[in-house]
């Protein structure tokens, strides 16, 4: 079975400073990656994807993300954090085997204070 | 931009009775799904729906739910006889290819509460 793990509920960040939101992840095959990113009363917005490739992943907004096989990681990353990249941030994995059902963590919510 | 949307934006029912909630998928997408996120939770896979079938689905998804395409452009998605535990926001998404390659465009959510 495919997981997820978020292990920040929270994370501050002062504006300006760059930014980390950590995530892990178990798939059987290989994992097929992806950041979204939900915004009070709103939707889920994709943010970046990791299927192939170079193991650094460049997104919307500013974001990155670096994939690590070793670490069964994929931390988001932003280099210089704004107000407005509040939100609550979702890591999500699919297995590359088979199936097309996307495993979400359990969320990691971004302050960035001025 | 194209983008998904979802009817009702909140809908208030009492314990038993039958719910539908409506999607409009992005027009050129080919599959659909359903998620939902009970309060304070993750958001957890329902169902996928592919070439007017059910394509995969998770043990949430018992004989309480149905999805169907009634038409060509809506996706709904019913459940049966509402429980006080599937109080949740549900979200529809739909995606032109598979979620490897392709990625998902969610709705807004239609936020369902049982009393």
């Known amino acids: 079975a495919q997981s997820v793990a978020q292990p920040e509920d929270q994370v501050n960040v002062a504006e300006g400073n760059p930014l980390t939101v950590k995530c892990t992840y178990s798939v059987s095959g290989n994992p097929y990656l992806f950041w979204y990113v939900q915004y009070p009363n709103r939707g889920l917005q994709f943010l970046l994807k990791y299927i192939t490739g170079d193991n650094l992943v460049k997104g919307s907004y500013g974001f990155e993300a670096e994939f690590n096989k070793s670490q069964t990681s994929f931390h988001l990353k932003k280099p210089s954090a704004l107000v407005s990249d509040s939100a609550l941030y979702f890591c999500?994995?699919?297995?590359?085997?088979?199936?097309?059902?996307?495993?979400f963590g359990t969320g990691t919510q971004l302050k960035v204070e001025l | 931009e194209p983008e998904v949307t979802q009817t009702p934006s909140h809908q208030v029912t009492q314990m038993g009775q039958e719910v539908i909630l409506r999607c409009v998928p992005i027009s050129n997408h080919l599959y659909f799904y359903w998620y939902r996120q009970i309060l304070g939770q993750k958001v957890e896979f329902l169902v996928s729906?592919?070439?007017?079938?059910?394509?995969?689905k998770s043990e949430i998804f018992d004989d309480q739910f149905s999805v169907e395409r009634p038409d060509g452009s809506n996706f709904t998605l019913k459940i049966r006889s509402t429980k006080l535990e599937d109080s949740a926001m549900y979200f529809c998404?739909?995606?032109?290819?598979?979620?490897?390659?392709?990625?998902?465009?969610f709705g807004e959510g239609s936020r369902l509460t049982v009393l």
């Open positions: 999500a994995v699919r297995d590359g085997g088979g199936g097309n059902k996307l495993t």
């Open positions: 998404a739909s995606s032109k290819a598979h979620s490897n390659t392709g990625e998902l465009f």
């Open positions: 729906f592919y070439n007017n079938e059910i394509s995969e």
